[in-house]
């Protein structure tokens, strides 16, 4: 049996959960990444009601185990390919939601499941999380996006030695080498979630989307682009968002100050 995902929206919030087979740990195989990219689109019909995107496991003991056993049994130099290209294509969507995107990492988030973490905005993790980049043991290189993602939150050399050595490390280190944000205990897990994402719904949902947007440029552009990317988005703001009622309602309240 594949893991099956599930989805509800309340308070502006999608949480997706990943369901895996009693006994067993989420993961990947082709049946999961159809669902995925299911509740992908079913999340950009529904943006105008969404704020946060949260990805998480129904397993207290795994995240995601990375690809399962029966996609490994059937990997071959004519298969490879679609595999990663489809999990790239996937992952990139996930990414790429104008809407903040957490995940909330509770065991183990090895191989495949790391990637797919680390398409989400941010990891809250808790002090039970232990991740690993360890497709080196196996024989094989990272397939959905690994390599850029790890050597964009942790730096080059740290990568290098993450995904020679093929280790695992807990919360505590994930969040010291920028792998996690946060980390901490479950119940002060489900407390950060909250608190973060009424932080986000009381911000301007165009801005936010814009800010997300600027912010994955950022690498890739020089300061004079940056300049025009912030100058447009800004104009949008003013447009098509809220800022002109956010600052009217803020010069007011100064004035009554």
Known sequence: MSTRLSTTYADAVCTLTLQPPEGKPPTLDYDVMAALEQVLAEIEARLAEVRVVVV?????????????????ETINRDTIVP????GHALLNRLEALPVPVVARVEGYALGGG?????????????????FGQTETRLGFVTGWGGSYRLVRRVGLARAKELVFSGRM??????????VAEWQGG??????????????VAAGSRVAIGEMK???????????EEN?????EASRRCLTTGDAAERLQAFLSRKAKA
């Open 56 to 72: 998480q496991s129904a397993s207290p003991k795994f995240f995601c185990a990375g690809a399962n056993i029966q996609v490994l």
């Open 83 to 86: 595999w990663v290209n489809r």
């Open 114 to 130: 790391l990637e797919l973490a680390m398409a989400c905005d941010l990891i809250f993790a808790s002090t039970a999380a232990r």
């Open 169 to 178: 490390f807990d919360a505590e280190e994930a969040v010291r080498l920028g």
């Open 186 to 199: 479950a119940s002060e897990l489900d407390a950060k979630l909250r608190e973060f994402c009424a932080a």
């Open 213 to 223: 947007a600027i912010l994955a440029a950022c690498p890739h552009t020089r300061l």
């Open 227 to 231: 300049a025009a990317l912030e100058a």
